[in-house]
């Protein structure tokens, strides 16, 4: 008996493993603030010092992260992006930070941000050069992984610019091997398949899963929400390919943050915050600390949220119902523009998961849509209830059944997102004795 057990326990592990990259990190979603998306490339430290790419800028948003409560939060990786480089290497061949604009050198700054408790990412290229023409790693694979150990980096974002794709299922796991073996362990994101999907392969994400973190599978993100709301498609589009390829240590990047800059109304900042969440994205904020508006801050300080973005199980969610979905299971034909998603989350009881389902209305025409639905229509089926509690608002729904309509109302380009947690606190206090549900005595059964 015992042994029949074991090799079941066995098959089932075969069947469930996905290899990945073991480094012990990311095992949920990284989360920290980024520069890029809103800082770009400025140089220009002479006329813009608030905003160039700079040591300053980066001790800056260090204070602030841990200051305004974005590290208790979550929100603990520093990441420097592009345009941080001299244009040469040194006569040693080494990587050399900008003298003037980062004049203590990375280890310094990395210092830094370790004495406030958070850890420091870097930016480079798998090609001749990164994509705003600094020095790449391409022939300086071995002294690169080397110089970002000896200044203690904590994560490497490796873009693709300058490099043949085809070339990637080669570089970026010899790159990760070079990472490895300085010993110093490194968050590695790789740029790998957005590359090569442009350039019409199919990119290999078993491989990538094995040596990557986290990747990019789509375009850079623009401070707009048509850029917010292709990003949602494509990995809505794309989800039975994407999707399975999420989990502990390695996970899907639909890219960074942009709550709280020009593009996007208030709304929509809570729908980009909701719908990463729902696709266990790397939390990276990329926005003005020192003036971000206080709504917005909220929207980034949402605990409830960040919790279903960090859920353990790491399980990415998919889109379960989208407008023009003809022949969709969910009936809400009175409410075009509706599309719901969902992710499994813990608590996890039996076969049945918890979930986070967040109603995203796509109409533009301005008042809200109402949506009513069954928990059990949205594949919630637990004879038990869910208890179910409003992620923005503070609405608490009490325990619903799997038969029960909730009924929301979504603003026009708006989400509501819900968390259903499995009600299961009442199986153990109510379900009354049966020898049929004895879970415990069960368990001991088998291994009599
Ligand atoms: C990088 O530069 C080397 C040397 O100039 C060249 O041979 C190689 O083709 C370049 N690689 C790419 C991807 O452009
Ligand atoms: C290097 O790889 C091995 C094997 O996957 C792993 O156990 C180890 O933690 C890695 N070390 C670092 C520093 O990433
Ligand atoms: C994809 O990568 C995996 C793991 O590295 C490898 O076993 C497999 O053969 C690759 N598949 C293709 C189609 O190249």
Redesign the pocket.
């Known amino acids: 008996m015992l042994r029949n057990l074991w090799s079941l326990c066995v098959l089932l592990s075969l069947v469930t493993l996905v290899p990945a990259l073991e480094n012990g990190l990311a095992r949920t979603p990284p989360m920290g603030w980024l520069a890029w998306e809103r800082f770009r490339c400025n140089t220009d430290c002479k006329n813009d010092p608030d905003n160039c790419i700079s040591d300053r800028l980066f001790r800056t948003m260090t204070d602030i992260v841990v200051a305004e409560g974005y590290a208790a939060v979550g929100y603990d990786y520093i990441n420097v992006d592009d345009c941080w480089l001299e244009k040469e290497r040194d006569s040693n061949g080494q990587l050399v930070p900008d003298r003037e604009r980062f004049p203590y050198g990375m280890k310094s700054l990395s210092d830094y941000v370790h004495s406030k408790g958070l850890k420091f990412g870097i930016y480079e290229d798998y ?2 050069y990164t994509c705003a023409g600094y020095p790449g790693i ?2 300086y694979l071995d002294v690169d992984a080397a110089t970002f150990a000896s200044w203690d980096v904590d994560y490497v974002k490796l873009d693709g610019c ?3 794709p085809i ?1 990637m299922d080669r570089g970026y796991p010899e790159f990760g091997f070079h990472l490895n073996q300085t010993g110093k362990h490194m968050i590695y994101s790789c740029s790998w398949p957005v590359y090569q999907i442009y350039a019409g392969m199919k990119p290999n994400y078993t491989a990538i899963a094995e040596h990557c973190n986290l990747w990019r599978n789509f375009d850079d993100i623009q401070d707009s929400w048509a850029s917010v709301e292709s990003i949602i498609d494509y990995y809505g589009n794309n989800q039975d390919v994407i999707v399975p390829i999420a989990g502990p240590g390695h996970w899907n990047d639909p890219d960074m943050l942009i709550i709280g800059n020009f593009g996007l109304s208030y709304e929509q900042s809570k729908t980009q915050m909701a719908i990463w969440a729902i696709l266990a994205a790397p939390l990276l904020m990329s926005v003005d600390l020192r003036t971000i508006r206080p709504e917005y801050k909220a929207i980034l300080q949402n605990k409830k949220i960040i919790a279903v973005d960090q859920d353990l199980l790491g399980i990415q969610g998919r889109r379960i119902y989208k407008v023009s979905d003809l022949k969709a299971k969910v009936s809400v034909p009175q409410h075009k523009g509706i599309e719901i998603w969902a992710r499994p989350i813990t608590p996890v009881y039996q076969t049945y998961y918890s979930y986070a389902i967040a109603f995203v209305n796509r109409r533009t025409d301005g008042t809200p849509s109402d949506v009513s639905v069954t928990l059990k229509e949205l594949g919630l089926q637990y004879p038990g209830g869910y208890r179910v509690e409003d992620l923005y608002e503070d609405v608490d729904y009490g325990v619903l059944t799997p038969q029960t309509k909730i009924k929301v109302k979504v603003n026009p380009s708006g989400v509501v997102i819900l968390r259903c947690n499995l009600n299961i606190d009442d199986v153990f206090r109510y379900t009354p004795y049966s020898p049929f549900n004895q879970v415990f005595k069960v368990r001991q059964n088998s291994f009599e």
């Open positions: 090609g001749n391409l022939g300058y490099s043949h070339d």
